[in-house]
């Protein structure tokens, strides 16, 4: 039997990414891509919604695409590419915004938050749209499952919706894709803020710890994470939320269960754990660190290798495009 398909994109917004992006998302592109046919993607259109300085756009491109290699995407597993590289993209969302109902799109949580932040006049119709071109993202690949945090599970349900509605509506093109969320990390939170979710776009980097952060930078904020005014190291989401994350944070890298982690920390105190849930993750992050480096310092070969990502991404994405239009009725050139 043929492998099942999974796809998934980035978005080059920021110099780093961070450990929810890592744990939430990209750790388990890592582990897909070797049971399934796995599609990866630099989103730098969706990133077109943030107003950025183009060199610096370029430069996050290619740091994130240099990045996903370092944590372990393998150009030889999978197939990685940049999706304004792939012009169905832009092709396929517009197929599918005529699809969308003005509500139904007005209805997104993201869009909602990043709106009212922004305020109108500061909100592009991109914005507004950036659901239905990620939907496109996903319907060209066939993906049967897309991994994400769960902050997109509202987009993958539009994606799902879209997706039917067309296969209903005109001929059974698409296949429906499933969410790839893995429970316990779907939201890793702020070191600083532990009830909130670590986020590129928060106030301080204080409590975002990057993949790109140096060891020491990453040891300071680890030591001062915010905790509660009890003693004892244990998993309990609503009373102890900066323990409880910080617990989460070292299974993932360490692979000890929570339990065993409050055993082997029973009558520790907090400084101890947070210096050790540091060690873990540092030991984790320095070569990823050194790696994005070597691969930016070579960036002819990076180029070629997402280039050649990109030549097998179009294949499978215009034949899905081809089949769209004509089940529309659009005339074939040629
Ligand atoms: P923004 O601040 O602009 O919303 P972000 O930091 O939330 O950005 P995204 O680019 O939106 O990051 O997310 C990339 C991927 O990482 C998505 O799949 C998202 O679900 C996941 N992700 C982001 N933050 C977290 C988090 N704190 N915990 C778990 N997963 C996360
Ligand atoms: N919206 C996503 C990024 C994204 C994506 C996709 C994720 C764009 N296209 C396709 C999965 C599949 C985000 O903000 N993290």
Redesign the pocket.
């Known amino acids: 039997m043929s492998k099942k398909r999974v796809?998934?994109?980035?978005?080059p917004t920021h110099d780093s990414f961070h450990l929810g992006?890592y744990l939430g998302?990209l750790k388990q592109w890592v582990d897909l891509q070797q049971s399934h046919d796995a599609f990866y993607?630099v989103?730098d259109l969706?990133a077109l919604t943030v107003e950025t300085d183009p060199k610096l756009l370029a430069k996050r491109t290619l740091l994130s695409a240099a990045q996903l290699i370092a944590i372990g995407v393998d150009p030889k597993l999978c197939t990685l590419f940049i999706?304004s590289h792939v012009p169905a993209h832009n092709q396929l969302a517009w197929v599918l915004e005529c699809l969308t109902g003005f509500g139904e799109a007005g209805r997104m949580t993201?869009f909602k938050d990043k709106s009212q932040k922004g305020g109108t006049d500061r909100t592009n119709v991109g914005l507004f749209t950036?659901?239905i071109?990620?939907a496109a993202?996903?319907l060209l690949y066939q993906?049967n499952n897309?991994?994400?945090?769960e902050?997109?599970r509202q987009?993958?349900e539009l994606?799902r919706d879209l997706g039917q509605r067309f296969n209903s509506k005109y001929k059974e093109v698409f296949t429906i894709p499933e969410a790839h969320i893995i429970k316990s990390m779907a939201k890793i939170n702020d070191l600083q803020e532990p009830t909130a979710k670590m986020s590129k776009s928060a106030n301080s980097m204080a409590g975002v710890i990057e993949l790109l952060d140096t060891p020491d930078v990453t040891m300071k904020k680890f030591k001062s994470s915010v905790t509660d005014a009890g003693r004892e190291v244990k998993f309990d989401a609503s009373e102890k939320a900066g323990i409880s994350n910080l617990l989460t944070i070292h299974s993932a890298f360490s692979g000890k269960s929570i339990g065993d982690l409050e055993t082997e920390f029973a009558g520790k105190g907090y400084g101890d754990f947070k210096v050790a849930v540091a060690d873990v993750v540092i030991a984790a992050l320095d070569p990823i660190r050194k790696k994005t480096e070597e691969l930016m310092g070579d960036q002819a070969e990076l180029l070629k290798i997402l280039n050649s990502g990109a030549d097998k991404a179009n294949e499978v994405a215009s034949k899905t495009l081809a089949d769209t239009y004509a089940a529309l009725g659009l005339i074939a050139n040629g």
């Not at 796809?7 to 978005?11: F, P, R």
């Open positions: 796809l998934s994109g980035i978005q992006n998302a993607c989103v969706h999706q993201q950036y659901p071109l990620q993202d996903i993906a897309v991994p994400v945090g902050d997109q987009h993958i994606t």
